[in-house]
């Protein structure tokens, strides 16, 4: 199949592709059997969409339901090209490989990964179909830009089948050291599918570091610093691009009269208390939910602050819910919601205002511009998009935000209260100079904060990516310039 060019009858092709498990858009049936879309869950969506959204391209995924066939079609401006998944598949590569092995592999085994062989089978046969989507999709010497851990095998199954195209992947999670990803049985394979990109994008150099210094010892290529040398005369490149938001559209999002009016109704709703934590996250064991909220509740337990004083409002999306470690946590965090909640709360005043549900970004903005302190606190986690988030949506200046040192962010938003998770102690301390912080002490860290957020949104991210991914020289010129902002 090699250097074969196919294409979709009549499909026009494009000149950038994006290939991701997911479309930007879910597939939603109604109850009286329509259909609608829904915006996707998870920072990689909330990233990439507003890219697209700037520039003509193609988004190949899955409309994240179990269906036969579904036609591309157009979606703000850009082609969506759906990659149907079996009723099996869905439990084996989604559930199985993509969310049971590689997850919590790559999050520092916080869960314990499952090892099975029919589930690689599975994501080797969804990862050729995504391939195969993305050689008839993208146009002669395309950039196709393959995203995260779901498809590691694309870059190199897609060269096979398209030589002439630039090939670029981004990892959103984070990559594991030598130590932990060498437990993989399949450690070789997904590290020669990865090298099929002519750049491989990790969200801190720390990563890309674990990454070149795994080819060099499972695979045996020549290195030096973020290249690698294959030996066929190929060069890959493994470097860092912290991924982003889009800084302006949240901040217009968190000014606008409605979102300023929700606010304050969500705040006098909850009682006005003196302080409002909060915390958003998809329920995730990796998002260090538990341990937070244990945190929150001793501070009322030992005295620091009543129910009156504080309270904590968390949303937590659904996610993978049919996964074991999914469920568990689930159960464990609704019994602990309840039990803060019997010992602490009053009448009218929950210790926690849980929410097991997924909300629009609007409510989102309303909850940021509400809260005075923002609790991240994951035990490992690629970036984490909803603690720059916050920081765009403070107009004002003010909150505070308390982060996870094992958040990508952290690298970045130094002027948090940095915490680590396990250690509960440690991160009472910090939530409570959080809450006991006056306000000059606040804006300063919020100022420096707003100003690293304001330089690097997701425009220059993508365009930074692009700029070097142009670059690339396969015998071909044709070259798609960077979107940029105006
Ligand atoms: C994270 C991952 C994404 C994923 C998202 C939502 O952000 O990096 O690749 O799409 O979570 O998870 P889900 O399994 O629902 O797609």
């Known amino acids: 199949m090699t250097g074969t060019r196919r294409r979709a009858a009549g499909a026009a092709r494009a000149d950038l592709v994006i290939v991701a498990n997911r479309l930007p858009v879910d597939r939603v049936v109604q109850p009286d059997g329509s259909v609608t879309w829904r915006r996707s869950p998870g920072g990689l969506v909330s990233a990439l969409a507003p890219v697209m959204a700037k520039q003509p391209g193609a988004w190949i995924g899955w409309p994240g339901d179990v269906v036969e066939d579904v036609k591309p079609f157009e979606h703000e401006g850009m082609a ?28 520092d085994v916080v869960a314990k990964p499952e090892f099975h062989r029919e589930w690689w089978d599975s994501y080797v046969e969804v990862n050729r179909r995504f391939a195969e989507a993305a050689a008839e999709a993208a146009a002669e010497g395309a950039m196709v830009w393959v995203q995260d851990y779901q498809l590691q095998l694309v870059p190199a199954l897609l060269r096979e089948l398209r030589e002439d195209l630039r090939i670029g992947f981004f990892l959103h999670i984070p990559f594991p050291p030598a130590e932990l990803f060498s437990q993989l049985p399949w450690r070789r394979q997904i590290l020669e599918g ?23 010892q499972r695979v045996g290529h020549k290195t030096h610093r973020d290249s690698v040398y294959l030996p066929d005369g190929r060069m890959v490149t493994a470097k860092a691009y912290p991924i982003s938001i889009d800084t302006a559209a949240f901040e217009a999002l968190a000014a606008s009269p409605e979102v300023q009016e929700r ?41 620091h602050f009543t129910v009156e004083d504080a309270t904590f409002v968390q949303v937590a999306s659904p996610s993978r819910e049919r996964v074991d470690q999914y469920r568990i ?26 929410l097991n549900a997924s909300f629009p970004q609007s409510e989102m903005a309303a909850l940021y511009v509400a809260a005075d302190i923002m609790v991240v606190t994951p035990f490992r986690d690629g970036m984490n998009l909803v603690s720059k988030e916050y920081v765009a949506s403070r107009i004002e200046g003010d909150g505070a935000l308390v982060l996870s040192e094992f958040a990508g962010a952290a690298e970045e938003l130094r002027q948090a209260y940095l915490v680590n998770p396990y250690d509960i102690n440690g991160m009472k301390a910090q939530m409570l100079e959080a809450y006991l912080a006056d ?35 396969q015998g071909h010129d044709k070259q798609v310039k960077p979107a940029r902002r105006s």
Not at 80 to 107: D, K, Q
Not at 194 to 216: H, K, T
Not at 274 to 298: N, Q, V
């Open 263 to 303: 606010a304050a109704r969500i705040r006098s709703d909850l009682g006005n208390p003196r302080k409002l934590f909060l915390g958003i996250d998809r329920l995730d064991y990796t998002k260090g939910i538990y341990a937070r909220l244990r945190a929150f509740s001793e501070l009322i337990h030992d005295g």
């Open 80 to 107: 969506l090209i759906p990659v149907t998944i079996s009723a099996t598949e869905y439990e084996e590569y989604y559930e199985g490989f993509s969310n049971a092995t590689l997850w919590p592999l790559y999050h």
């Open 194 to 216: 990865l090298l099929g990109a002519d750049i491989v994008g990790f969200q801190l150099s720390g990563a890309a570091q674990n990454f070149i210094r795994l080819v060099r």
């Open 439 to 473: 306000d000059k002490e606040q804006r300063r860290r919020m100022k420096a904060m707003r100003k690293t957020v304001a330089e690097n949104d997701v425009a220059t991210w993508a365009s930074s990516f692009f700029e070097d991914l142009a670059l690339v020289r």
């Open 329 to 354: 946590l689930r159960d464990d965090i609704d019994r602990l919601v309840g039990h803060i909640n019997g010992d602490l709360g009053r009448i009218g005043r929950p210790a926690i205002s849980y």
